[in-house]
C-alpha cells in the first residue's frame, strides 16, 4: 500500500532522508521508529506529498508515484500529522468536515461519519460545537484521529500521535489504533515510544540521521541492540 523505494529528500542544501526504502503492505500495522531529529516527519510529510523526493519513488497504493497531498487524500488515505494540526479556530465539527471532504470530497455521507465517530469517540461527539482551541491536549488528540477516520480511509498514516498524552490516554490510544487494524485499516504508525509501538506493530523500521538502521519483526526489534542502543544509552 505505500512503497518507498531509494528516497532522499533535502532541506536546501542540506541531505535529510538518504536513500530510505520501507514498504507497508495492506492489511499491516507497521511502525516506524526514531530519536528526535531522526527525519520521522520528514518522511511523512514525503509520504504525504508535502516534501518532493530528490531521488527515488513514494508509491502509494496503485497510483502514480510521487502525487501531491490532495490526490493522495482522494485515494483513501487518513492523516494525523505531528501536533495534531486543528485549525484552532475552527469548531470540533468543521475540523471534522475538512477531514471529510479531504478523502470523500463533499460527498453526503458527513451525517453518517459523524455518527460513526460518536460511538468511537463518545467525547468527540460531546464537543462537537466547541472551537477546537479550547479542547485539551488528550481532546485534541482524539479529534485529530477522529478527522483522520471520519472518510474511512483504507490506509492511516500517523505521526506521534501518542505524543503529549498521560499514560492512561496513551493505552487508550494504542487499543483504539490496534482496534481499527483489526478491522482492516492498513497503518503506518511513526513513534518514538518504541515500547508501545512495538506491542500492537507487527513489523518496524528504525531511522537514524536520515536513513534506515534497522527493519524487523517488531519481536525482533524489542530485542535489538540498535533500538536499545539509540533509545535507551
Ligand atoms: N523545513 C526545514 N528546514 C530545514 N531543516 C529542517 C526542516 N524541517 C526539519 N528539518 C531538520 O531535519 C531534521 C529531521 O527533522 P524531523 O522533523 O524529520 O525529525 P523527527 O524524527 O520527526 O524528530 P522529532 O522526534 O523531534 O519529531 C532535523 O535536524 C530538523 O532540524
Ligand atoms: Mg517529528
Redesign the pocket.
Known sequence: MIELNGVSTR??S?P?LRDVSLRVGAGELVCLL???????????KTVAGLIRPTAGAVQIMDAAPNLRTERIARLGVGFVP?NRRLFAGLTVAQNLRLGYEAVCGSGSGFAGGLQEIGRLFPRVQERLDQVAGTLSGGEQAMVALARALIGRPKLLIM??PSLGLAPKLISEYFRIVKRLHADGATVLL?E?NAEMALRIAQRGYV?SR?AVVAADAAAALRQSSVVRHLYFS
Do not use: H, S
Open positions: 532541506y536546501g542540506v535529510m526514531g530519536p528526535n531529529g531522526a527525519g520521522k516527519t520528514t518522511l511523512f505531528e505521526d506521534e511513526i518514538q531511522l536520515g
